[in-house]
């Protein structure tokens, strides 16, 4: 179980996830877990859970891929969040495993937190 709060999982935005992640399996020897024509997990070196996911929903970019946390308590995450400034941009809401949500910090730049089911 990753630890509360910590920067747990890295989603990249792709614009073609067949040939993104065909291109991360030649170079790099990545594995995924698939689900549907809508996503790619990346799974964890030792093959246990994972670690980041390619998302065709999310534009690629430049500016970097989105970092998501876990959290114990997906709830109290948001309001966490809004306490301290942050503004909530999507969210929560469902997804196969769990809940998350999206915030801007103070800066823009834009993180996620998750929550298993």
Not at 7 to 24: C, M, N, P, Q
Not at 54 to 64: E, I, K, Q, R, W
Request: proline share 7%.
């Amino acid at each position: 179980m990753p630890a509360h709060h910590a920067i747990s999982y890295v989603e990249l935005g792709v614009t073609d996830l067949v040939s993104t992640r065909a291109f991360y399996e030649a170079a790099f020897g990545w594995e995924f877990n698939d689900y549907g024509p809508a996503y790619s997990g990346i799974k964890a070196p030792d093959g246990e859970g994972e670690i980041g996911g390619l998302n065709p929903a999310f534009t690629s970019s430049g500016d970097g891929p989105l970092v998501l946390l876990f959290s114990e308590d997906l709830d109290a995450s948001v309001e966490a969040v809004r306490g301290a400034g942050g503004v909530i941009v999507e969210g929560p809401y469902t997804f196969p495993g769990g809940r998350r949500f999206e915030f801007t910090d103070p800066s823009g730049n834009r993180l996620g937190v998750f929550a298993a089911a």
